[in-house]
């Protein structure tokens, strides 16, 4: 069994004393899988991914119980630049690209900031642009004036540059139209394809990204409820319920029954 | 023409405090009232030393190390230590350093008015007026260490990481920018365009107490033009320099205070951000 | 009848915690009445345990507080940073000067009329800064500091041709205010006065709309709060407790100069507030008195160490002084004097239990 690349133990993270944001969650990824974590708003997904990232704003944030364990170090309470120089890398929910730099000088950024502990990389400011073709026309452009999408694009590609080892990709698919989430989770698969790295994809459109990951958890109310190899996640009925919105016994009205048996289970859930 | 030296002389030194009013704003939102303090606190350090004897290459790099030595100390003794806080809290910290420096001056230097040795004397001819070498060497120093700065941060590649630092600090941090040592850059530039400002007003006005009025008309400077923009920066010199210098030319001296302050306020009231300001919904002081 | 059940022991509560709504907005919400009591009692006694200097000393920091409280509600409650409080000061205590001077009005007349020039002035001031944020509106305080400091000055050399307006001593009910002693107690009753003021305006609606607006203006204009009036009241309310300390002020240095009110003034009032603890009434009563005793203190302490210096110096070193001191507070304690009252008081009501109460305000 491949080694693991990423281990979270019993994570709990309090928001300012009383709100527990995510609750002894225990997760696993092995070296060069894809994972996917899905749920609902609210339900911990971002707080995970910036505890591992180190970005919890500390005045009022705290992890108070768990580890982290990024290739068997603990990596529990690291700040943001230590993890950055480790290969861990995050392409945030919102504000992912310097809106005032061009596109060429938001991938400079991450190339001007190499740490020399990490390997040297393949990826230099020419070959970017072969790897993203559509970004090409807009290399001396204000990152405010590209298109959601691109933008997007851009902040994986400057993601990219870092060299990760850990990819934590939050909430791409926000803003987009499907056809464009399509594409850029299918760019998403074939950079990982090439570059090797381990993803942890978090998102709300949970049918997408469980299509790509190998592994799957369902987060509700800072615990994970299921989780499992994502095959069996996207069969499974009652996910498919919930998440997936696919309802059995289409086509017909639900009955009362049916409401209330749903509401029950998602309560349980919960 | 020798009145538009003057004013450029004394423009060129409200644009170099300013420039580092803005540029330690865009790195951390903190605005920094101790501009001024700074400055005359370096010249006095100048003043000081061209008095014991030493030349004034010697003296001005010393002075500059001095002022960079104090930024390092401003940085991490404070600034660093109160991230996160509340927004005033930053202003109120250099509200407290400059009472230090005023303090540390006073007791330093005396509270004596200091005059200086222009460096040079005589006059050039210059569009065919004669025009003070002082002045002139004040304007052109002034207004090409304004230029340095702002090529720096637009051209080289440390300057890029400050662009970054001014957009999305958090941002920038991801991508690996080591903020410490960016925001810690800011003020050492601050400081050290503070200093060259503090020795060239000593060429060409008294050095004393007093003179930290240079701080606010450049913090006035700064409103104008934006607070995090460096061309309204220059902008914003130019017209409190020019307001001053008209007040002072055709009414009493006494309300060449007034001036700066009652042209920001008109520009202010139409342009709440500033001529070259970005508008922003964010509450900072 | 037995109970069969043992009494459970009496459990000492933590002195922050509320029981009923009504509790938290009760004006003193302490439960050690002796602490209070013995507090005033030392206060009135105060003139007889020091000497005349402390006594002046004493009344200057009295009539600081006033005005640092008046800041305090702006500041730190309404979060409208204003560097105008040397402006204030000047426009109570010319006001007291030219009515109680030179037209020769009754005390209590010249005070209420500084109380009402005071509010106008913040109205005045507080109109242009309602567009503006923050350091926009520090700035236009400033402005008010320049063009005010400059018209008293005009005024003096030009309408009294003099180094300053003397003042009458005034005539207050059953004293005449002329001895530093009278003066402690007709302060203590102003101070008692505005501090009660202080507090039921922050438990009040008038203050929590302050509050409301100065957290998150969005959030408070969609629950209803007309933030101009609010920032209005703010700017008026206390620019006349300002203008009140100025009129004191000049009443009771017998001698009104335009030189005194300069920009030092205003920093000095900030400092006060940052020290003691900003938004907090008894936090600016604390920094009004830390700060105004605190040269002397250093004085009296430098003395047995054989420190002479001269007069510019010595201000040099109580700059330097101050300067630390916020320094000091800001890094390590943003929440000022009153937080570590509040600190030790709770070591001292719960000792030996510790408890470490959600909020550290009170």
Redesign the interface.
């Known amino acids: 069994m491949s080694k693991s690349v990423l281990q979270l133990d019993q994570l709990e993270v309090v928001y300012g004393r009383v709100v527990r944001a995510v609750q002894g969650i225990s997760m696993c990824i092995p070296d060069g899988s894809t994972v996917a974590v899905v749920g609902l708003n609210g339900s911990g997904k971002t707080t995970i991914l910036r505890a591992i ?1 180190g ?1 919890l ?3 009022n944030v705290a992890i108070t119980q768990g580890t982290i364990r990024f290739r068997d170090r603990d990596i529990t309470g690291w700040h ?2 230590q993890t ?2 480790r290969g861990i ?2 392409v ?1 929910e919102l ?7 061009t596109v060429e ?1 938001n991938l ?3 190339l ?4 020399s502990a990490r390997p040297k990389g393949a990826i230099t400011l020419s070959n970017v642009f072969d790897l993203f073709p559509t970004l090409t026309p807009h290399r001396r452009r204000r990152a405010i004036w590209l298109s959601g999408g691109e933008r997007q694009l851009l902040a994986i590609a ?1 993601a990219l540059i ?1 060299r990760p080892t850990l990819l934590l990709v939050d909430e791409m698919s926000l803003g987009l139209s499907p056809i464009m989430q399509r594409q850029v989770i299918d760019k998403l698969k074939e950079l990982k394809r090439d570059f090797g790295f381990s993803l942890l994809v978090v998102d709300q459109n949970a049918r997408a990204v469980l299509e790509i990951a190998d592994f799957g958890y369902i987060m509700e109310n800072g615990m994970i409820v299921r989780d499992g190899p994502a095959q069996a996640l996207l069969a499974n009925t009652e996910v498919q319920e919930f998440y997936l919105g696919r309802r059995s016994g289409e086509g017909q009205r639900p009955s009362y029954r049916d409401v209330k048996q749903y509401r029950r289970t998602r309560r349980w859930w919960g | 023409m020798q009145q538009l030296t003057s004013v450029l002389g004394v423009a060129g030194i409200y644009a170099l405090l300013a420039t580092g009013i803005v540029l330690v704003y865009r790195t951390s939102r903190v ?1 920094n009232l101790a501009q001024g303090h700074l400055a005359i606190l370096c010249a006095f350090c100048v003043a000081a030393l061209l008095a014991a004897g030493y030349h004034w290459t010697a003296a001005l790099p010393v002075t500059i190390a001095v002022g960079c030595l104090i930024a390092a100390v401003i940085y991490f ?2 600034m660093r ?2 991230v ?2 509340p ?3 930053g ?3 250099t ?14 230097f ?2 004596v008015t200091i005059t200086t040795q222009p460096l040079l004397n005589g006059s050039i001819q210059l569009f065919g007026a004669d025009l003070s070498a002082t002045q002139v060497l004040v304007a052109v120093a002034a207004w090409g260490v304004v230029g340095a700065i702002v090529s720096v941060n637009q051209f080289t ?1 440390i300057g ?2 400050m ?2 630092t ?3 600090v ?10 410490d040592r960016i925001v810690c850059l800011a003020w050492v530039i601050a400081v050290c365009a503070a200093a060259t400002g503090g020795f060239l007003h000593s060429q060409r006005a008294f050095v004393s107490t007093a003179a930290i009025l240079i701080g ?1 008309n450049a ?2 400077a700064a ?1 104008i033009g934006g ?1 995090d923009s460096f061309i309204g920066a220059v902008i914003g010199a130019l017209a409190v320099a020019a307001s001053e210098h008209f007040v002072l030319l055709h009414f009493e001296a ?2 060449a ?2 001036a700066p ?2 042209l ?2 008109v520009i ?2 139409i342009r ?1 951000w500033g001529l070259f300001g970005t508008q922003e ?1 964010v ?3 | 009848m037995t109970d069969g059940r043992a009494r459970a022991p009496a459990v000492r509560r933590p002195p922050t915690l509320h029981t009923s709504y009504r509790q938290t907005f009760r004006l003193w919400r302490g439960k050690e009445w002796w602490c209070l009591l013995s507090g005033i009692g030392v206060t009135l006694i105060w003139p007889f345990l020091v000497n005349a200097f402390w006594l002046h000393l004493s009344n200057l920091a009295l009539i600081a507080v006033v005005a640092t409280v008046g800041l305090n509600l702006l500041s730190g409650n309404a ?1 409208l ?1 204003s560097l105008g409080q040397a402006a204030l000061l000047a426009v109570g205590g010319f006001t007291a000067g030219i009515l109680g001077a030179q037209y020769d009005l009754p005390f209590w007349l010249c005070l209420l009329t500084s109380l009402g020039t005071g509010g106008l002035t913040g109205i005045l001031v507080g109109v ?1 800064s309602l ?6 509106v ?3 305080t ?2 008010l500091h ?2 005010v400091t ?1 018209l008293v ?2 005024y003096q050399t030009e309408a009294v041709r003099a180094q300053g307006i003397v003042m009458p001593i005034p005539d207050f009910v059953f004293a005449k205010l002329g001895d530093s002693r009278p003066w402690f107690y007709f302060l203590l009753l102003v101070v008692a006065l505005v501090i009660v003021a202080a507090l039921n305006l922050e438990r009040s609606y008038i203050g929590r709309r302050w509050i409301a607006v100065a957290d998150h ?2 959030a408070a204009r969609s629950a209803g709060i007309n933030i101009s009036v609010a920032k209005l009241t703010a700017f008026a309310i206390s620019s006349a407790m300002v203008s009140l300390a100025g009129a004191l002020g000049a009443y009771y240095e017998g001698v009104l100069t335009a030189e005194t009110y300069d920009i030092q003034l205003a ?1 000095t009032s ?2 006060m507030i ?1 020290v003691g603890g900003v938004g907090s009434v008894l936090g600016s009563v604390l920094g009004a008195l830390l700060l105004t005793f605190l040269p002397y203190l250093l004085d009296a302490a430098m003395k047995p160490a054989g420190i002479a210096l001269s007069g ?2 010595l ?13 000091l507070f ?2 390590f304690e ?1 929440l000022g004097l009153a937080a570590v009252w509040y600190r030790i008081r709770n070591t001292c009501m719960l000792w030996p239990l510790k408890y470490t109460p959600l909020e550290a305000k009170r």
Do not use: W
């Not at chain 1, 504000?95 to 005032?100: P, R, S, W």
């Not at chain 1, 001007?112 to 740490?115: C, E, G, L």
């Not at chain 3, 567009?131 to 926009?136: S, T």
């Open positions: 990232s970005f704003p500390s005045e943001a630049d950055a120089a890398v995050l945030p504000n992912k690209v310097f809106g005032t730099l000088e400079e950024v991450g001007r900031t190499q740490s400057a870092k | 605005v003794a404070v230590r109160i996160g806080e927004a005033f809290v202003l109120m910290a509200v407290g350093i400059a009472i230090l420096l005023r303090g540390v001056m006073v007791v330093a005396g509270g590649s890029l990481l662009r970054a001014t957009e999305n958090v941002l920038a941090a991801q991508r690996g920018v080591n903020i606010v913090l006035i409103l607070m006494r309300y205070d007034l302050v009652c920001m306020l202010l009231t709440p919904d509450e900072r002081v | 979060r940073v242009p567009r503006l944020k923050a350091i926009y520090a700035i236009t400033l402005a320049f063009a400059t000055s005009i203006e969005v920093i900030l400092a940052i510019g110096s201000n040099g070193i109580h700059s330097i002084a101050y300067g630390t001191l916020i320094l800001l890094v943003p």
